[in-house]
T-cell receptor, first 115, second 116 residues
Framework: AQSVTQPDIHITVSEGASLELRCNYSYGATPYLFWYVQSPGQGLQLLLKYFSGDTLVQGIKGFEAEFKRSQSSFNLRKPSVHWSDAAEYFC?????????????FGTGTQLKVEL | NAGVMQNPRHLVRRRGQEARLRCSPMKGHSHVYWYRQLPEEGLKFMVYLQKENIIDESGMPKERFSAEFPKEGPSILRIQQVVRGDSAAYFC??????????????FGQGTRLTVV
């Protein structure tokens, strides 16, 4: 069975500083990997996804993530954080099921941005 | 193209009542997923449906919970005889059928169920 670990529950960074959120996964085959962001009281918005090909993927809002098979990691990065990036971030791995894509989520990392 | 629509956004039920949560997928999407988010936790998969079929319900509690996705109309997640532990945010997502399932899921805003 697949699993996702996000080791940092809370992270605080200053506005303008760089950001890296960690994600490790466990999955028996080539994974489909995702990062979602959730603002308070809202649904999830997809930031970026990895299916195959280039291991460095670019997403929306200036985010990027790098798939490292040897480390089973898919860390999310942003070179300069904005105050509006404060939210909860979820890493997820997808399992192919009957043509669809069932997601297993990590427990999330709450990002706080100090002005 | 409207996104995934869930209603109601907020639902309050007394213990023992029934809760019905609705989800209209994005236009053209044939796959619907339901997830539950308990306070301070990540999302947990509950059930995956295609039109008129339950494909995977491995995350669904065995009792009181059921889901359907009829040929016409929205997907419904039904919780009978609710208990306080059912209080959570329930999210619906939909996706297209992609090659080998490698397609992203789009999430609705969620229904926040409170059992009093």
């Amino acid at each position: 069975a697949q699993s996702v670990t996000q080791p940092d529950i809370h992270i605080t960074v200053s506005e303008g500083a760089s950001l890296e959120l960690r994600c490790n996964y466990s999955y028996g085959a080539t994974p489909y990997l995702f990062w979602y962001v959730q603002s308070p009281g809202q649904g999830l918005q997809l930031l970026l996804k990895y299916f195959s090909g280039d291991t460095l993927v670019q997403g929306i809002k200036g985010f990027e993530a790098e798939f490292k098979r040897s480390q089973s990691s898919f860390n999310l990065r942003k070179p300069s954080v904005h105050w509006s990036d404060a939210a909860e971030y979820f890493c997820a791995v997808g399992a192919v099921t009957g043509g669809g894509n069932k997601l297993t989520f990590g427990t999330g990392t709450q990002l706080k941005v100090e002005l | 193209n409207a996104g995934v629509m869930q209603n109601p956004r907020h639902l309050v039920r007394r213990r023992g009542q029934e809760a019905r949560l609705r989800c209209s997928p994005m236009k053209g999407h044939s796959h619907v997923y339901w997830y539950r988010q308990l306070p301070e936790e990540g999302l947990k998969f509950m059930v995956y449906l295609q039109k008129e079929n339950i494909i995977d319900e491995s995350g669904m509690p065995k009792e009181r919970f059921s889901a359907e996705f009829p040929k016409e109309g929205p997907s419904i997640l039904r919780i009978q005889q609710v208990v306080r532990g059912d209080s959570a945010a329930y999210f619906c997502a939909s996706s297209l059928q992609g090659p080998r399932g490698g397609t992203e899921a789009f999430f609705g805003q969620g229904t926040r169920l409170t059992v009093v």
